[in-house]
């Protein structure tokens, strides 16, 4: 083998170390968390101070409701521009010494008690809102829910009793009671034939109810009077209440398990602090300032 030669495979071997060696390189930079200056990125500064990328996100979770008709682009460049006005004047603030503002003070103390709160109370509620308390909400709620009745019915709601005795007649000639409350019921769900679904008695009126749990699947009642007017009902079907699924209710049951366990906390809390209510000559009722959302689940839609 020429000197040449070995030169040349030498050069080769060189070369193709390196492209392993850079191409290592690159797989490990690929690897390599980002930094937070890359996740991070300031975008303007104002006098000096930087606004960041996270500046942004937390105006925009602050601001809310009034940046939801936006586009993303138009809704950074608002937060944005809102973000640099408020460091302007916050600063001019700064020197007209209105931090020193009695009723400035009392305003931050307040702010800041109510964000020690807040952010407590959701560490507190994400806590507990685990998979299996969930679950065992559900469980609780549907053996509470199982077995009890619904009806499926249709009604044609008219004003008078001589209406909803003219309806009858021609129901008893054979007429569809559906295409008839299309035509002639008052009812807002007249369009859909008269059909009201699934319901529970209680979810009607008395009236209403009695008669059409009374009803078999199938038969038409006689007029029907209730405060709404006069109505004709045909029960379609009956059965036996089912638990909806518990991932149609999941994010229900999810509120209810944070609520209740914010509220168990404070109420603990509230068991070992020294509260003197001074408006009140008598010893006060212990308020229950927050009280978990009702335990109910929605029925099942057909």
Same mark, same amino acid.
């Given at each position: 083998m020429t000197s040449s030669s070995s030169a040349a495979k030498f050069g080769l071997r060189a070369h193709l170390a390196y492209a392993a060696t850079g191409c290592l390189a690159m797989v490990l930079l690929a690897g390599q968390p980002v930094r937070a200056e890359e996740a991070n990125p300031v975008l303007a500064k104002v006098n000096g101070a930087e606004i960041r990328q996270s500046d942004v996100a937390l105006a925009e979770e602050e601001l809310g409701p009034s940046l939801a008709q936006m586009d993303p682009a138009t809704k950074k460049d608002n937060v944005l521009a809102f973000l640099i006005d408020m460091k302007i004047v916050a600063k001019a603030a700064e020197a007209k010494k209105i931090e020193d503002r009695d009723d400035f003070k009392a305003r931050l103390a307040f702010t800041r008690n109510r964000l020690l709160m807040d952010n407590l109370l959701a560490v507190e509620g994400k806590a507990a809102t685990t998979e299996?308390?969930?679950? &065992? %909400?559900?469980?609780?709620?549907?053996?509470?829910?199982?077995? @009890?009745q619904e009806v499926h019915a249709r009604h044609i709601l008219v004003e008078t009793e001589d209406e909803a005795k003219a309806i009858e007649? @021609?129901?008893k000639k054979g007429a569809d009671f559906a295409e008839l409350a299309k035509k002639k019921s008052k009812d807002p769900g007249a369009s859909d034939g008269g059909d009201l679904g699934f319901f529970t008695k209680e979810q009607m009126v008395p009236e209403f109810s009695n008669v059409a749990f009374a009803l078999e699947p199938g038969k038409i009642s006689d007029p029907v009077k209730s405060q709404f007017g006069w109505h004709i009902i045909k029960v379609e079907e009956k059965?036996?209440? &089912?638990?909806? @699924?518990?991932?149609? %209710?999941?994010?229900?049951? @999810?509120?209810? %398990?944070?609520?209740?366990?914010?509220?168990?906390y404070v109420a603990k809390l509230r068991e070992t602090a020294? %509260?003197?209510?001074m408006d009140q000559p008598t010893e006060a009722a212990k308020p229950d300032a927050m009280k978990p959302a009702d335990s109910k689940m929605a029925p099942a839609k057909k």
């Open positions: 299996e308390a969930m679950k &065992k %909400v559900y469980e609780d709620a549907s053996k509470q829910i199982t077995g @009890e007649d @021609e129901l059965r036996n209440r &089912k638990a909806p @699924e518990f991932e149609q %209710v999941k994010a229900q049951i @999810e509120t209810y %398990v944070t609520r209740k366990a914010q509220a168990d020294k %509260v003197e209510r």
